[in-house]
């Protein structure tokens, strides 16, 4: 990216180019970005993922849009039953609305997951940025530290963590799950930003910019972070769709979202002892959460080949 | 090798203090009262506190107390279950074998599946099989285990009716497959993915160009010098798979009443056995990191370009 972006800049002001470079249109060259959105307009799963995240979007930020039932008016003569109008999927043991119910379950997941990626990913920039562009004893303690946090398996480490940060047993439980997944969850981002970092420290336009007598912050802020963000980027998409599924695993295991809160892993979990009654309030909230965890990581895996020219 | 085995070991003692530390400190610093956390409702006398003091050391400053944790998870020595009230490491002798027997059962089908449609669709990368693997893998690794297990569970356990819903202690082979299907499904994916990319690579190697000009057979050739060089970084995998395995084994034990070590770990989260919860998730955390010691020891003794880092 960084190179692209150089020559071009380098060149422009120059005489009038030739003819044209790349055997394509006479204007200046593509950047690497430019390359990769072309890559990805084109790209089906891209569309599917973008359409998917969209309905999903929609659904968190305005679920009666989607369904006029309320999924807290939940009536016990409706226990179990099927099928109903304004009710597509039926009616669960306590008689709430399963398809309102599973619709109004994606805001409380996608504000878990967004604050908990945005956490982690400030948490591994910062880890990542400092490692890398330092290097030396503290990048050693750094990446010692990271490995330490990798080698507690992690649903184990959220377990001990969700319950020490959950002190309130009536709360919705939002801010302790999302400080538990983030806190956890930036080991990967930081260590692919330290390596974008430390590739991009090695180049001429950083080496320039320190003899023209740029400070340190300068050079991360100015300079090798916009160069080395791509990458990074890609694995904090990836990491909003591991964050909901993990969320659900949480609330599905008790320590996850609680009391007030609806969510997809709760559902799952209270419909588990009736599935031999009735399987609909099992099965719609996991198509609902599969599909929403695969949707970011269709993203992130779609935009990932769109900038990797090694696959060109 | 010997230098890479010393500076892996003493890696592996700072993960050890470093992780146990961190769920040591998490789990009991800043409680609010031990000692009525231990005695529940009754008012506590002068003499109990000392027999608490005596049996958890509660009144000694807190690097002492995360010593006797550690003296006590090397000597086998987890506490007492406050819903069981048993020892824990009854619990966890117990409950062992059957995960041992789950785990192994899911990553031999894992292995299978994915080292044969892995090496089938990195030779042809780009057909029509390469195409299909690589959306499925996509989904399966989108599949969190909570949708996973119950929904098998319902599909085959109790609409289809082809498995067994639960699982008992003495189960055979069979009443565990759906199980490890399960959990197998979990690193199934990235095994997959790394055996297609690591044998695309190895296909449009040097070496391979010179066994295909001294006209060996396609199948000596793949056989006998991809696949061979292929399967290394696959191993490696196996380690991190380990740690995803445990985190499904909570909810796949869980969900089929399978009385493994994840069970026993999901009983001890719903009923806020604090003792059970760190005791279990120490040991697994030791039992992870020795695995990965073993893989990394492994993989530094089969490809020599680890160990004269």
């Known amino acids: 990216m960084s190179d692209l972006n150089a020559v071009s800049a380098v060149e422009a002001p120059g005489p009038a180019p030739t003819g044209p470079r790349h055997g394509g249109s006479p204007a200046k060259p593509r950047s690497l970005a430019g390359d990769a959105w072309l890559d990805l307009r084109s790209s089906k799963i891209f569309w599917v993922a973008v359409v998917l995240v969209a309905v999903i979007l929609l659904m968190a930020v305005w679920p009666s849009l989607f369904t006029s039932a309320d999924p807290r008016d939940c009536v016990l003569a409706n226990k179990n039953a099927g099928a109903a109008s304004g009710a597509p999927f039926g009616f669960d043991f306590q008689g709430c609305n399963v398809y309102a119910k599973t619709i109004y379950g994606a805001r409380d997941s996608l504000i878990v997951g967004l604050f908990a990626t945005l956490l982690a990913g400030v948490i591994g920039l910062l880890f990542g940025l400092t490692a890398g562009y330092y290097g030396g004893w503290l990048d050693a303690v750094l990446s010692r530290f990271i490995d330490v946090v990798l080698g507690v398996p992690f649903l184990l480490a959220a377990i001990v963590l969700a319950n020490r940060f959950s002190t309130d047993p009536d709360a919705t439980n939002i801010v302790p799950v999302i400080l538990t997944l983030g806190l956890l969850g930036w080991t990967t981002s930081a260590r692919v930003m330290r390596s974008a970092v430390i590739s991009a420290k090695g180049q001429d336009y950083v080496a320039a910019a320190r003899m023209l007598g740029a400070s340190p912050s300068r050079q991360m802020f ?66 609902f959460l599969a599909v929403t965890v695969l949707a970011f990581i269709m993203l992130g895996d779609a935009i990932r080949d769109a900038f990797d020219p090694k696959l060109r | 090798m010997f230098r890479y085995i ?12 470093g992780a146990t530390f961190l769920v040591y400190a998490l789990m009991f610093a800043n409680q609010d009262d031990p000692y009525q956390a231990l005695v529940g409702e009754r008012p506590l006398s002068e003499s109990q506190r000392i027999a608490l003091n005596a049996q958890y050391h509660l009144d000694d400053p807190f690097l002492v107390q995360y010593w006797h944790y550690v003296r006590g998870l090397l000597t086998g020595d987890l506490g007492t279950s406050l819903t069981q009230r048993r020892p824990i490491s009854e619990m966890l002798a117990e409950a062992w074998p059957i995960t041992i027997k789950l785990a192994l059962l899911a990553v031999l089908i894992a292995a299978v599946i994915a080292v044969s449609a892995g090496v089938l669709s990195g030779i042809r990368r780009g057909g029509v099989f390469d195409n299909v693997t690589l959306v499925i893998t996509l989904i399966v690794l989108a599949m969190p285990v909570v949708v996973l297990a119950p929904v098998a569970q319902v599909v085959f356990g109790v609409q289809l009716g082809w498995f067994p819903v639960t699982v008992t202690r003495d189960a055979g082979l069979w009443d565990l497959l759906l199980p490890a299907l399960v959990l197998g499904t979990l690193v199934i994916a990235t095994e997959l993915r790394v055996t297609r990319s690591s044998v695309a690579e190895n296909m449009r190697a040097d070496y391979v160009r010179t066994a295909r000009a001294k006209g060996l057979t396609n199948k000596r050739v793949i056989g006998a010098h991809v696949l061979r060089n292929s399967l290394i970084p696959v191993i490696t995998l196996i380690g991190v798979d380990i740690g995803a395995l445990m985190s499904g084994a909570i909810i796949t034990e869980g969900v089929f009443n399978i009385p493994g070590v994840g069970f026993n770990l999901f009983r001890g989260i719903r009923a806020e056995d604090g003792p059970l919860v760190v005791g279990f998730v120490s040991v697994l955390v030791i039992v992870f990191l020795v695995i990965n ?4 020891l492994l993989y530094a003794a089969l490809d020599p370009r680890i160990r004269y880092e």
């Open chain 1, 222 to 287: 100015r300079h090798i972070l916009p160069n080395s963000i791509g990458p990074f980027l890609v694995v904090l998409t990836i990491l909003l769709g591991i964050n909901i599924a993990s969320e659900s695993t949480l609330s599905y295991l008790g320590v996850g979202l609680k009391g007030d809160a609806i969510s997809w892993g709760i559902a799952i979990a209270e419909a588990g002892p009736y599935i031999r009654t009735t399987a609909a309030p099992l099965i719609w909230p996991s198509v």
């Open chain 2, 6 to 17: 010393v500076r892996r070991l003493l890696q592996m003692v700072l993960t050890f203090f």
């Open chain 2, 293 to 296: 010691l073993i893989v990394d």
